[in-house]
């Protein structure tokens, strides 16, 4: 009688794992199921800075160290990547010399993407003089605007912000913030489209 006891305890045991396990597995793929497809989020949140896509020109001035101001060109193009979870942004510039003509040029390259699990549109960025990093970027979609703080190696804090108007005139600037905690703009260019949005 107790073998029969223990082995119908031992059969509703398995049974009641079994149930649990089933259950515990059915949640498992509901919870997995919004995100059979990821890149729909990603997809979704950069259809939002399309605003920026396109192959832009224009020109702007940097401020040398002695606090002199140095005319450059700048050339940038926007564009998607993937199934558009990826926005692919490249850049050229050079300085303006005083007869008119253009130093050789430097570049920079960036991937913007957006990261659903801490809901941020983020930024990889490399520049030919070696500046290497990752950063939030915070985006208004609504005001057109997009901006990041970072601390560089040796504790500099800057600020780049950029505005696409309703005119379509697309304006950047860089601020570094004094000792004093004010912000001092070191760049500001200004670039109109010149290419199609892909």
Same mark, same amino acid.
């Given at each position: ?32 199921a919004p995100l059979e497809n990821p890149s729909d989020v990603e997809r979704a949140a950069l259809g939002k800075v399309g605003f ?6 224009? #020109? ?5 160290? =002695?606090?002199?101001?140095?005319? /450059?060109? $700048? +050339? ?11 926005l692919d942004m490249e850049g050229r510039f050079a300085d303006i010399l005083p007869d008119g003509k253009t130093a050789p040029e ?13 809901? #941020? ?5 490399? =520049?030919?003089?070696?500046?290497? /990093?990752? $950063? +939030? ?62």
């Amino acid at each position: 009688m107790k073998t029969i006891v223990r082995t119908h305890t031992l059969g509703i045991l398995c049974l009641v794992l079994s149930l649990v396990q089933t259950t515990a597995a059915q949640t498992h793929t509901a919870n997995l199921a919004p995100l059979e497809n990821p890149s729909d989020v990603e997809r979704a949140a950069l259809g939002k800075v399309g605003f920026l896509v396109g192959e832009w020109e224009g #020109e702007g001035w940097s401020l040398t160290e =002695s606090g002199r101001r140095v005319k /450059f060109w $700048i +050339k940038e193009v926007y564009r998607y990547r993937g199934n558009k979870d990826l926005l692919d942004m490249e850049g050229r510039f050079a300085d303006i010399l005083p007869d008119g003509k253009t130093a050789p040029e430097d570049y920079a390259l960036g991937i913007l993407f957006y990261d659903r699990l801490s809901d #941020e549109y983020r930024m990889w960025h490399y =520049s030919s003089d070696g500046t290497v /990093f990752t $950063i +939030k970027m915070d985006v208004d979609v609504k005001a057109r605007t997009a901006q990041y703080t970072r601390k560089n190696a040796r504790g500099d804090v800057s600020k780049f912000s950029l505005v696409v108007g309703v005119d379509g005139v697309w304006i950047s600037k860089i601020e570094i913030l004094q000792p004093d905690n004010s912000w001092l703009k070191v760049l500001e260019f200004r670039m109109k489209r010149v290419g199609e949005r892909t």
